[in-house]
Each structure stands twice: as structure tokens, then as C-alpha cells.
């Protein structure tokens, strides 16, 4: 029983639970840096399909116990067998985990936010850039160190990076391993904000807040319309806002922002 407690411990948790409207994802393996373990990505893979077609909820997010946020796949523990993986073995299996969590994070209706504190590495970076909203800690640090490694980027790095920084600093990441802290981050446009690690906990709680109060069905549509019309033409971008228009003005929450327009007061939306 002890040994079987300890390789849980070892291998680590992923914590999901409700907090009314707001699921709250922890990465617990704290010993590690957060890094995850295949376990670990089963549980965060599952926890946001399942929240992709969850009505009642609002808002996501996504913290790391202890010190750190996540320092990445665990690829140590991956090379460690005495058996060599079958030919292709990568291009079967990360699609369906660490791509498929960056894929989710992208694609679910519902905002998204991150608390980062110490170290975001790897896909723990990733994670955090896939992210709508992340609030780091001031003495965060983001770390995309796969040359440093000997193999190359995974988990969106090189899609996500050049569109929120550019490609010379993408570039400064990516080839030369470079560090970055929050404030560079935040001045970058990697992140949504910084703040100090005793505030930094109320300033994401304040977002999440905000968010889930808001109209959550207008909130997915433009969340997909940001990501799909990077790459259209403005007449298709244009004539992708003509559907989600025509989706969000039947709303229940179009109805109440048009009444407490009218009323001049705050509206009280239900996410429907």
C-alpha cells in the first residue's frame, strides 16, 4: 500500500473540481516541477473534453501546486525504459495528449486562464501561451528549451510563439533557448499581465470572475472567430462575424444585455 501512495506521488495528480460555474484544473507534482507524466495528460486531456460540452460551465482554470506551474513533459521518465519504442511511436501517440490538450485549450467555448508562478518550460509554456488570459508572477519564468535538448519544438510552440511575439523573438526562443521573465512576457505580448507572487493569485481570481459572469455563448463565438481569422482574408473573417452574430443575437444573454441597456444598469448574465 505505502509503495503503491508513493508512486502515485511520484508519477503525480491532475486535481479537477467545480468552484460553482469555474473549472479548476491544479497540476500537482510539485517534487517535479509540475512536470507531467503520461497519467497526468490522460487526466488534463479528459478533464477539458469534458468540459467542452459541459453547459453549466463558465471558465477554466488552470494553476500549478507548489512553487512552479509545470516544467513540461516528463521526458525523462518517457526515455527511461530498457525497451526501445516502436518506429513512429511519437507521431501515434502525442497527437492524442500533449497536442491534444494545446488543441483544447484553443478550440474549448469557454475562457481560459492561467496562474503561472516560477518556472513554465516546454509544454508547461505552451499550455500557458495557448491559454486566453495568463497572469504570471513577477518572478515567473518562461522557457521553450527544446534545442537545448536535442530534439525540436512540439506542443504548438512554433505556431503559437510567432503570432503573439513575432518571429525574430520567436526565433530568440526557439533556436537560441532564451528565458524570459513575466515582465518581458507581458511587454512581448506572451501573457496577459504580471503581478507580484503575493497578488498575483487575486488578479487572476478577479479575470475568472469577470469572465464567468460574462455572456459565455458570445465569448466562445469570438474566442473561435479570434483564432480562425488570423489566417482569412478580411471577407471571409467579415462573413465568419456574420454567423456568429446571427448565433449570439439568440441569446438569452443578448436579450438581458439589450434590457439592462435600456435600464441602464449592469446586466446579469446567465451564460445561455
Not at 59 to 83: E, K, L, Y
Not at 192 to 204: L, M, Y
Not at 217 to 225: F, I, M, N
Request: contains cysteine.
Amino acid at each position: 500500500m505505502g509503495d503503491q501512495s508513493s508512486t502515485a506521488a511520484a508519477d503525480g495528480s491532475v486535481h479537477v473540481s467545480r468552484d460553482a460555474t469555474i473549472l479548476r484544473i491544479v497540476l500537482d507534482r510539485p517534487a517535479h516541477r509540475n512536470s507531467l507524466s503520461h497519467a497526468m495528460i490522460d487526466t488534463l486531456v479528459a478533464a477539458l473534453t469534458d468540459a467542452s460540452t459541459d453547459d453549466a460551465l463558465r471558465a477554466v482554470h488552470i494553476s500549478g501546486a507548489g512553487s512552479d506551474f509545470c516544467s513540461g513533459a516528463d521526458w525523462v521518465a518517457t526515455n527511461s525504459g530498457s525497451g526501445r519504442p516502436r518506429t513512429g511511436d511519437l507521431i501515434r501517440r502525442i497527437p492524442l495528449t500533449a497536442h491534444r490538450v494545446i488543441e483544447l485549450l484553443a478550440t474549448i467555448a469557454l475562457p481560459v486562464v492561467c496562474t503561472v508562478r516560477g518556472w513554465a518550460v516546454g509544454l508547461g509554456c505552451n499550455i500557458a501561451l495557448a491559454a486566453d488570459f495568463t497572469v504570471a508572477a513577477q518572478d515567473a519564468v518562461f522557457w521553450e528549451p527544446f534545442v537545448d535538448r536535442g530534439f525540436t519544438p512540439d506542443s504548438g510552440a512554433t505556431w503559437l510563439l510567432p503570432r503573439l511575439v513575432g518571429v525574430a523573438k520567436a526565433r530568440r526562443m526557439l533556436l537560441l533557448g532564451e528565458k524570459v521573465g513575466a515582465s518581458d512576457a507581458v511587454d512581448w505580448g506572451m501573457i496577459h499581465g504580471a503581478a507580484s507572487p503575493e497578488e498575483v493569485d487575486a488578479v487572476a481570481e478577479e479575470l475568472l470572475a469577470r469572465l464567468a459572469a460574462g455572456p459565455t455563448v458570445a465569448l466562445g463565438l469570438t474566442k473561435s472567430a479570434i483564432r480562425t481569422n488570423a489566417n482569412a482574408t478580411l471577407a471571409a473573417a467579415m462573413n465568419q462575424e456574420l454567423y456568429d452574430l446571427e448565433l449570439s443575437c439568440r441569446t438569452a444573454d443578448f436579450k438581458e444585455g439589450l434590457t439592462a441597456f435600456r435600464e441602464r444598469r449592469t446586466p446579469g448574465f446567465s451564460g445561455r
